[in-house]
């Protein structure tokens, strides 16, 4: 497979290839191992892959700038915050809230999770079998978002729609115009719901994130209503997407690999080291985009001031460089520096939160249905870009 997606002249190879998406690591090993730096066949921008570039791009924003128009692909009418804006400004607003998303708030919510994850099992348990994003992977975290929002859970299929709308635009991969439009529209939707609920929490504060952004203070200054909107558009697509992704990839790996299955479940200490080691060997966010800032040299080669890069932390996450024995699932690795959740000033908000929510889901499900596996005679489908799972049917 490795071998059909790269144009082994150049290095160029399609980020948006299905197969790719279903199993990408023996593309990542050709890639680290023939390529310091490849490109992408859609526009050709080049792909930094080796952990040591990865990390070090990650951590100088200087230079592998986040501040770009890409905002406007995704339907965003202004850049969302603080993912797509530098320090010192991305700085300023991480410190109002890292608070909110502190290790000690993600465990305060999660009796919430655990609940919500066994009224989902509660629903599918006798029926012995599911589609497993449907059932579980998708509301589990929808409903996370919609509590520590303060939004109804009633609209939780609302949300998905949207999400989908900007991550997934229901068109064909190759209509790029179609795709700008549906995400443009999807994205006025988003802003208009958001522009009602921020009036709401004027009027009446709840505890919940958006009273807390309608008050929160910058040396000095209130949030602006741009600033809160940029804010909740960017939770909407992190908060419900690259969850869902994560355990829909967790849950694929373990249900055609039986033996590291039964130790998941049977091994409950292993649990936490063992999801770093999933998130480090599935790493559903494939990649991140930057802008070169000024002229740099990776290797031998120059990367010009205003090019776009693409980060492949997928293939970071399997360099043999920084991981012994990268081609092997380790639930007992010790040093695990994996880049999953990314790194540098721009490391993941949620990732504690992330954490919480996967480690609640998975012992839930494995404490009430610990044996299962794909249903017979289907395949699983992956999605391209962030790998969420979209069809895994499982029986038990």
């Excluded at 490849?38 to 526009?43: E, G, M, R």
């Amino acid at each position: 497979m490795a071998a059909d997606n790269i144009n082994p002249e150049n290095g160029e190879i399609n980020l948006l290839d299905a197969k790719f998406a279903a199993c990408p690591q023996p593309v990542y090993a050709e890639l680290l191992e023939h390529y310091r730096i490849a490109t992408t066949a859609v526009l050709g921008a080049p792909i930094l892959s080796r952990y040591e570039d990865v990390i070090w791009a990650l951590r100088h924003p200087e230079i592998f700038s986040s501040a770009m128009d890409v905002h406007l692909a995704l339907g965003s009418e202004r850049p969302m915050i603080p993912l797509q804006v530098d320090p010192p400004t991305q700085t300023r607003y991480r410190k109002i809230l890292d608070q909110r998303f502190s290790h000690k708030r993600s465990l305060e919510l999660e009796p919430a999770v655990r609940r919500h994850a066994n009224q989902l099992i509660d629903a599918i348990i006798d029926r012995g079998e599911c589609e497993f994003g449907a059932a579980f992977a998708i509301p589990l975290p929808c409903l996370t978002f919609l509590s520590l929002m303060g939004l109804p859970h009633a609209d939780l299929d609302l949300f998905t729609e949207l999400k989908d709308g900007i991550i997934r635009p229901p068109v064909p991969g190759s209509d790029l115009v179609g795709a700008f439009e549906h995400r443009a529209a999807t994205g006025k939707r988003i802003h208009a719901y958001f522009e009602t609920v921020i009036d709401e929490r004027l009027a009446a504060p709840q505890d919940d994130i958006i009273s807390y952004l309608t008050t929160a203070v910058i040396d000095g200054d209130q949030l602006t209503r741009n600033e809160v909107l940029d804010i909740c558009f960017l939770f909407l697509l992190a908060g419900l997407d690259t969850v869902t992704a994560t355990l829909g990839c967790i849950v694929a790996y373990l249900a055609t690999n039986p033996p590291q299955r039964r130790r998941f479940g049977q091994e409950p200490e292993l649990v936490p080291q063992a999801i770093e080691e999933l998130l480090r060997w599935e790493t559903p966010v494939t990649t991140v985009t930057r802008v070169v800032k000024q002229d740099v040299m990776i290797g031998s080669v120059e990367i010009k001031a205003g090019t776009m890069v693409n980060l492949l932390l997928g293939a970071a996450d399997v360099d043999k460089a920084e991981f012994p024995d990268a081609d092997r699932v380790d639930f007992e690795r010790q040093q695990n520096r994996h880049v999953a959740f990314g790194g540098g000033p721009h490391r993941c908000l949620g990732s504690h939160l992330a954490r919480m929510e996967l480690r609640a889901a998975l012992e839930e499900w494995h404490r009430r249905i610990p044996e299962y596996t794909l249903k017979p005679g289907e395949t699983p489908r992956f999605s391209p870009s962030i790998r969420e799972v979209r069809y895994l049917p499982l029986v038990w």
